[in-house]
């Protein structure tokens, strides 16, 4: 190690030997390692250009309603960062140009944007990308998202959003992977890795930002922007493991949360942002504050006034100010006060400008301008959006076998709010996606279905609200037809960043539609287009097939229309829980086993939510057998391999996702009564058998966490169980 760093001095000694003899600066060499280049900027840099640089601004119109505040500001030749609202290269390069040449130092801006499941190509939200269990095709669609992204003038997008979501309440559930910490860290990783390529400074590589660090999904009562009451336990075993796993594999950078870790709020949390972050992980990348979260720390009541609030934050770790101007105002005064020291600014603008040199914006700090018909929307990208939502989707229920529907059907009822809508499959946060491209539920069963079989369609209601005077249409268009398709669900702003809702049920309006087409006395397929788990306990049992689409982006009604057909055959799986009903909240498959387990139960509705994690059926069957160990006692340092044939039983090709989970009865800290370790897919042709395994790895995957993030092993009976098959092994020293 020391050697290594001795050689590192000497190389940084001989190039700034060399560029003093050459006279070009050594940050402006492309060939000098970033490091080299990165020190002799910073020690040509005055206190002013300095601040400038741990600032963000806004150029371009703000579409996001919650972001109150200072709009555009007249931009700053010098500013580290801008939210970039456009989606125009020119208007970016005419920006970077005044930087370039306008700044003394020529420091390029870094340019943000919340690209959260595409950019033009909308994909599904995240929470549905986790239900198809395929990180792979992940990392497609974010690679696909960053390049389109990138062309627009986008370096670095606010996401993935990695934050562990267990309360459907909350509206944010839909950005993340929901409620399970491996899943986060899974596709969080594969999110990373589609953004920032092999390397950042690959073209159409974006860099990276996971939020919101750390525990924003803890929002009490699913309230967005509340309290959230996290012990030191719970943020080491559910909140930070994504993170890490995420930190682990390159994210650029982070940003601080709104929410409370035990009384202290993540954007002035030392701990989890300096030695969490930075000392034990070694994230050398920055941190942005979230939108005016360095200014709420006043309203979350542990700073006096702004100067204390951009104090707190900066101290703590958060080295980029996003849009409060907190930085901008006050940390000259705070560092003539000798209240911050030159070494800690330095640290944090040296962050800054590693990631514009990883990006590789000293050396191409401009936009290529392509127009927008080969940047967005090209038959590859389409392909991957169509894949992603048929792959998301997860049929719920299929009674008699309702679907696929059968060949002989020759009416289709087409019914509900959500059948021709468009703009609400995009889901919130969705970029620059536009409804013109979406295809909606109808078009895509009238390409599927129209020389087969005639659709008759009625809205029957709206969203919300009580008018019933589409009712009586909608009856008769189901009396004519052979099966009911009824498509229901949220609008777009029902979830999202400030769309709490107190129940996870749809309005009554939508569930009274469905009770009025059991007149019919045909089969009701129910077609649900949420961006949150929802409470089904009196819809359930009205339908006789129940297909969960989420908000599937772009290409959701061909893909359903796949699904319904059975040209597709559905492989989703539930990331996230679905309570029986609102008040079953908290729950999650992940939860600890109770003192008494078979007391302190509801004494008005079941224990059991209406599905787990991990529920979703197929067109065919799947048959687990001869589950197997190599061993069934090993020592710590052994691996282990356990393994389980699955059969396809059923007449057509389907995918299986496998997930392997282990449970450990007896241990110094109490753990969940199942914890999901390993998940792989693989599609099976009827008839065929395969062979699914997974190498337990005990320090990986059998450690525990302690309050303090120290993992330990102890020795013990473990148990892995797969699908509804447990077997026991045991762990000696
Ligand atoms: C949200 C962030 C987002 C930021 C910038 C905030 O209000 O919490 O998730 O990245 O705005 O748009």
Redesign the pocket.
Known sequence: MKSISLLLILLITFQFAVTAQTGKAIYKDKNAPIESRIKDLVSKMNPDEKILQLNQYTAGMNT?V??IGEQTKSIPAGIGSL?YFSADPDFRNTIQKKAMEESRLGIPILFG??VIHGFRTVYPISLAQACSWDPALVTEAAAVAAKEANLSGVDWT??P?IDVARDGRWG?VA?GYGEDPYTNAVFGVATVKGYQGKNLSDPYSIAA?L??FVGYGESEGGRDYHFSDISMQSLWETYLPPYEACVKAGAATL?SS?NDISGVPGSANPYTLTEVLKTRWKHDGFVVS????INQLIAQGVAADRKEAGYKAFMAGVEMD?TDNIYMQNLKQLISEKKIPMAKIDDAVSRILRVKFRLGLFDQPYTTVVDESSRYLQAESKTIAQKLAAESMVLLKNNSKTLPLSSSIQQIALIGPMAADKEDLLGAWSAHGNEKDVESISEGLIKEFGNTAKINAAKGCDFDGNDESGFAEAISIAQKSDVILVCLGEKRGWSG??ASRSTIALPAIQEKLVLELLKAKKPIVLILSNGRPLELVRLEPLADAIIEIWQPGIAGGSALAGILSGRINPSGKLSITFPLTTGQIPIYYNMRQSARPNSGKYQDIPTEPLYWLGHGLSYTTFTYSNMKLSATKIKKTDKLTVEVEVSNTGNVTGAETVLWYISDPACAISRPMKELKYFEKKELAAGAKTTFRFEIDPARDLSYTTANGKRFLEAGDYYVMVNNQKVKFEISE
């Open positions: 996001n919650n972001n939210i944007y919340d606010f996401s959003m944010r950005e930002c939020k919101h940003m709104f979230d939108w005016d979260a996003m960043e400030n």
